[in-house]
């Protein structure tokens, strides 16, 4: 049976569960499937460096089948570039969409229009927009910058948003933010194509990759001379070299004196989640 949900806050209200259901039997992704549910409109986030990679067809599906609108919210736009990103990939694919920056507010006034328009439509006195999309794509800070402040709580940890929270967007419209969902069978996945995936988009944390070095090898790849040019060394593609560079350049050292590898990469890795360091233009 699908928890009921109660909503009693003016801004922002965690959901309650009814007392009838266990707390710890609800996992992310009945969540995210609740939140659409209940929703009228879904914003799907989706981290501009990695469009494919951070769609949730699982989810999207839902929502066409619930016949419930869809708008894609691109953020982290400030760190690729547009005229690029329009060039190379076709954007007509998820339509209605929005370029979103938190930090410099770059497509708040688009979104809040679209939201608006799309409200209008239903004639209640309280419509929901929900909110899905992978681990660390911006969720809660594309809610705080859509609500005038900082009432969903951010942090730059994969996961941070632990439950549903009810966030009032203007008068009878809320925002319904939900925990990052992975799908499809990989969130407990081992597959080393699937977690290095999860680590460069930011849904792993670096923190709890179990082989930073792989990861960050996977990556040069596919993004080749990036972390030289960001560091200003020269691995020739290889990994071990980088991290013996940067390793000493940063004085992370062992008992002994030698290179912490593991250290460096998590380092490099935290960075590459950050959005310090940009991608390759293609």
């Known amino acids: 049976m699908r928890p009921k949900f109660n909503f009693s806050s003016k801004f922002t209200q965690k959901f309650r569960k009814s007392p009838m259901t266990n707390k710890h039997s609800v996992s992310f992704t009945q969540m995210a499937q ?84 799309e409200a209008s439509r239903f004639k209640k006195n309280k419509v929901l927009v929900g909110v899905i999309g992978y681990p660390n794509t911006g969720k809660s800070s594309l809610i705080n910058v859509l609500c005038a402040g900082r009432r969903a709580g951010t942090s730059p940890t994969a996961g941070f948003t632990k439950s549903i929270q009810k966030i009032k967007f203007r008068k009878g419209v809320y925002i319904l933010d939900s925990p990052g969902v992975i799908t499809g069978g990989e969130e407990n996945s081992i597959n080393e194509k699937i977690v290095k ?23 040069m790849k596919e993004e080749p001379g990036v972390f030289d040019r960001f560091y200003g060394v020269d691995s020739g593609g290889e990994v071990d070299v980088l991290l013996e560079k940067l390793g000493e350049k940063w004085n992370f050292l062992k008992k002994g004196g030698d290179i912490d590898t593991e250290r460096t990469a998590r380092r490099i890795l935290k960075d590459w989640q950050e959005g310090k360091i940009k991608k390759n233009i293609n």
Do not use: H, W
């Open 34 to 117: 609740d939140v659409i549910d209940q929703s009228d409109v879904v914003l799907e986030v989706i981290d501009a460096r990695f469009i494919d990679k951070t769609r949730n067809a699982e989810l999207e599906n839902k929502v066409i089948k619930k016949g419930k609108k869809l708008i894609f919210v691109l953020t982290k736009s400030d760190l690729v570039e547009i005229k690029d990103l329009k060039l190379n990939y076709d954007l007509t694919q998820i339509e209605p969409y929005v370029l979103f920056s938190a930090k410099g507010r770059v497509g708040r006034s688009r979104l809040r229009e679209l939201i608006a328009v």
């Open 197 to 219: 995936k999860q680590t460069e988009i930011g849904a792993k944390d670096y923190n709890k990759v179990k082989y930073p070095d792989f990861t960050l090898n996977e990556i």
